[in-house]
């Protein structure tokens, strides 16, 4: 199994930055990708980014430019600076994971809120 937690999220202005980190801990080594995903108000959840294990990544359009998934193996740690925040990124963010294997996402953390004021 695996635990997430993330941290980082808060009130910025329009405009601003934020960091959010992902930690993850126990069966770690049966993980192949993580991702960060957020879901608004009344919305569905959608994808923000992924990073594979080879470094790759993919990004949603609407965050291409702005937001950079990164991530620190040996604190088992993952990233997203997210930069030149509209309010339409109000949301709350999910670390996500998959297990090797797997077509989808196995592991969830609790999320953190984002919220952009205009």
């Known amino acids: 199994q695996v635990q997430l937690v993330e941290s980082g999220g808060g009130l910025v202005q329009a405009g601003g930055s934020l960091r959010l980190s992902c930690a993850a801990s126990?069966?770690?080594?049966?993980?192949?990708?993580m991702g960060w995903y957020r879901q608004a108000p009344g919305k569905q959840r959608e994808l923000v980014a992924i990073i594979r294990k080879s470094g790759s990544t993919n990004y949603a359009d609407s965050v291409k430019g702005r937001f950079t998934i990164s991530r620190d193996n040996a604190k088992n740690t993952v990233f997203l600076q997210m930069e030149s925040l509209k309010p339409e990124d109000t949301a709350v963010y999910y670390c996500?994971?998959?297990?090797?294997?797997?077509?989808?996402?196995?592991?969830w953390g609790k999320g953190t809120l984002v919220t952009v004021s205009s």
């Open positions: 126990g069966s770690i080594r049966s993980i192949d990708l």
């Open positions: 996500a994971a998959r297990r090797v294997l797997s077509t989808e996402m196995n592991y």
